[in-house]
Protein backbone atom coordinates (compact mmCIF):
# COMPACT_ATOMS: atom_id res chain seq x y z
CA UNK A 1 0.00 0.00 0.00
CA UNK A 2 1.28 3.52 -1.22
CA UNK A 3 2.05 6.26 1.18
CA UNK A 4 -1.15 7.76 0.24
CA UNK A 5 -3.61 5.28 0.30
CA UNK A 6 -2.36 4.67 4.50
CA UNK A 7 -2.96 8.84 4.87
CA UNK A 8 -6.85 8.68 3.59
CA UNK A 9 -7.03 5.16 5.30
CA UNK A 10 -5.92 6.64 8.63
CA UNK A 11 -8.22 9.68 7.85
CA UNK A 12 -11.12 8.24 6.58
CA UNK A 13 -11.47 4.10 7.81
CA UNK A 14 -14.46 3.66 5.89
CA UNK A 15 -12.63 3.62 2.81
CA UNK A 16 -11.09 0.14 3.71
CA UNK A 17 -13.46 -1.80 2.08
CA UNK A 18 -13.46 0.53 -0.76
CA UNK A 19 -10.13 -0.35 -1.36
CA UNK A 20 -10.27 -3.64 -1.27
CA UNK A 21 -12.41 -3.87 -3.53
CA UNK A 22 -10.62 -1.82 -5.85
CA UNK A 23 -13.30 0.95 -6.71
CA UNK A 24 -11.18 3.65 -5.34
CA UNK A 25 -8.09 4.58 -7.27
CA UNK A 26 -5.79 7.08 -5.40
CA UNK A 27 -3.85 9.38 -7.91
CA UNK A 28 -0.83 10.17 -5.52
CA UNK A 29 2.54 8.07 -7.38
CA UNK A 30 3.65 7.80 -10.72
CA UNK A 31 5.88 5.54 -12.07
CA UNK A 32 8.45 4.61 -10.14
CA UNK A 33 6.85 6.10 -7.17
CA UNK A 34 7.49 9.13 -8.14
CA UNK A 35 4.41 11.70 -6.76
CA UNK A 36 2.03 12.37 -9.24
CA UNK A 37 -0.18 15.34 -10.69
CA UNK A 38 -2.71 14.67 -12.47
CA UNK A 39 -4.71 18.01 -14.01
CA UNK A 40 -8.24 17.40 -15.95
CA UNK A 41 -9.02 20.24 -18.23
CA UNK A 42 -12.14 20.79 -18.84
CA UNK A 43 -13.89 24.27 -20.82
CA UNK A 44 -11.67 26.53 -19.55
CA UNK A 45 -10.88 25.51 -15.92
CA UNK A 46 -8.76 22.80 -14.68
CA UNK A 47 -8.97 20.57 -11.08
CA UNK A 48 -5.72 19.28 -10.15
CA UNK A 49 -5.39 15.96 -7.91
CA UNK A 50 -2.98 17.94 -5.20
CA UNK A 51 -0.92 21.34 -5.57
CA UNK A 52 1.70 20.33 -2.91
CA UNK A 53 4.15 17.92 -3.77
CA UNK A 54 7.92 17.10 -2.74
CA UNK A 55 10.95 18.03 -4.62
CA UNK A 56 12.64 15.53 -6.97
CA UNK A 57 10.98 13.92 -9.75
CA UNK A 58 6.97 14.51 -10.09
CA UNK A 59 4.93 12.82 -12.84
CA UNK A 60 2.03 15.18 -14.58
CA UNK A 61 -1.00 13.84 -16.14
CA UNK A 62 -3.20 15.83 -18.33
CA UNK A 63 -6.39 14.91 -19.56
CA UNK A 64 -8.14 16.54 -21.78
CA UNK A 65 -12.45 16.41 -20.78
CA UNK A 66 -13.07 18.65 -23.24
CA UNK A 67 -15.12 18.17 -26.72
CA UNK A 68 -14.49 21.27 -27.97
CA UNK A 69 -10.92 22.39 -27.09
CA UNK A 70 -7.66 21.87 -27.22
CA UNK A 71 -5.85 22.38 -23.31
CA UNK A 72 -2.29 22.37 -22.19
CA UNK A 73 -0.22 21.53 -19.34
CA UNK A 74 3.11 23.90 -18.42
CA UNK A 75 5.03 23.84 -15.60
CA UNK A 76 7.57 26.45 -14.73
CA UNK A 77 9.20 28.56 -11.50
CA UNK A 78 5.93 31.15 -10.25
CA UNK A 79 7.93 34.33 -10.96
CA UNK A 80 8.16 35.13 -14.65
CA UNK A 81 8.66 39.06 -15.56
CA UNK A 82 6.96 38.64 -18.85
CA UNK A 83 4.23 36.74 -18.39
CA UNK A 84 2.36 39.51 -18.79
CA UNK A 85 3.78 40.48 -22.34
CA UNK A 86 3.34 36.83 -23.79
CA UNK A 87 -0.10 37.03 -22.32
CA UNK A 88 -0.91 40.38 -24.79
CA UNK A 89 1.05 38.96 -27.61
CA UNK A 90 -0.90 36.15 -27.81
CA UNK A 91 -3.72 37.87 -27.46
CA UNK A 92 -2.26 40.10 -30.53
CA UNK A 93 -1.30 37.40 -32.85
CA UNK A 94 -4.61 35.88 -32.90
CA UNK A 95 -6.00 38.59 -34.92
CA UNK A 96 -2.12 38.62 -36.98
CA UNK A 97 -2.83 34.69 -37.36
CA UNK A 98 0.44 33.10 -35.52
CA UNK A 99 0.91 32.01 -32.19
CA UNK A 100 3.90 33.07 -30.33
CA UNK A 101 5.99 30.39 -28.81
CA UNK A 102 5.45 30.40 -25.00
CA UNK A 103 9.12 29.79 -24.96
CA UNK A 104 10.47 33.18 -25.72
CA UNK A 105 9.09 34.60 -22.38
CA UNK A 106 8.99 31.47 -19.91
CA UNK A 107 12.11 30.73 -17.75
CA UNK A 108 12.80 27.80 -16.51
CA UNK A 109 9.84 25.75 -18.11
CA UNK A 110 10.26 22.23 -16.38
CA UNK A 111 7.49 20.23 -18.43
CA UNK A 112 4.92 20.58 -21.22
CA UNK A 113 2.03 19.00 -22.84
CA UNK A 114 1.54 21.42 -25.72
CA UNK A 115 -2.25 21.35 -27.72
CA UNK A 116 -3.57 18.07 -26.64
CA UNK A 117 -6.68 17.13 -28.88
CA UNK A 118 -9.96 16.91 -27.00
CA UNK A 119 -10.20 13.17 -25.31
CA UNK A 120 -6.25 12.50 -25.05
CA UNK A 121 -4.40 11.98 -22.43
CA UNK A 122 -0.32 12.97 -22.33
CA UNK A 123 1.67 13.11 -19.97
CA UNK A 124 5.48 13.73 -18.70
CA UNK A 125 7.92 13.80 -15.90
CA UNK A 126 9.86 16.43 -14.15
CA UNK A 127 12.41 17.07 -11.54
CA UNK A 128 11.30 20.09 -9.21
CA UNK A 129 13.44 22.13 -6.67
CA UNK A 130 11.28 23.76 -3.73
CA UNK A 131 9.29 26.81 -4.43
CA UNK A 132 6.19 28.02 -5.97
CA UNK A 133 5.49 26.61 -9.46
CA UNK A 134 2.75 27.59 -11.55
CA UNK A 135 0.48 25.07 -13.67
CA UNK A 136 -1.21 26.74 -16.90
CA UNK A 137 -3.07 26.68 -20.30
CA UNK A 138 -1.74 29.18 -22.84
CA UNK A 139 -4.03 28.01 -25.77
CA UNK A 140 -5.97 30.78 -27.32
CA UNK A 141 -9.36 30.30 -28.21
CA UNK A 142 -11.57 33.03 -30.27
CA UNK A 143 -15.03 33.66 -28.60
CA UNK A 144 -17.77 35.95 -29.11
CA UNK A 145 -14.97 37.58 -32.01
CA UNK A 146 -12.18 37.93 -29.51
CA UNK A 147 -9.34 35.76 -28.94
CA UNK A 148 -9.02 35.09 -25.05
CA UNK A 149 -6.03 33.43 -23.38
CA UNK A 150 -7.04 30.42 -21.56
CA UNK A 151 -4.97 31.57 -19.41
CA UNK A 152 -7.07 34.67 -18.80
CA UNK A 153 -10.01 32.65 -18.18
CA UNK A 154 -8.85 31.28 -15.01
CA UNK A 155 -6.95 28.20 -16.25
CA UNK A 156 -4.04 28.22 -14.04
CA UNK A 157 -2.87 26.83 -10.14
CA UNK A 158 0.39 27.36 -8.24
CA UNK A 159 1.85 24.16 -7.25
CA UNK A 160 3.98 24.31 -3.65
CA UNK A 161 7.29 21.93 -3.53
CA UNK A 162 8.59 21.54 -0.69
Not at 34 to 57: E, L, Y
Amino acid sequence: MNLCRRELLLRMPGLVALFAAGDLVAACAGPGGAPSVDAVANDFSFQFSRTNVPAGKVHFTLKNNSKTYKHELWVYPQNQPKLKDMLAAKDASTSGGSDVSEEDYLQGVVGKVEDLDPGKTASFDATLASGPYEMACFVVTTMVGKPMVHYEMGMHAILTVQ
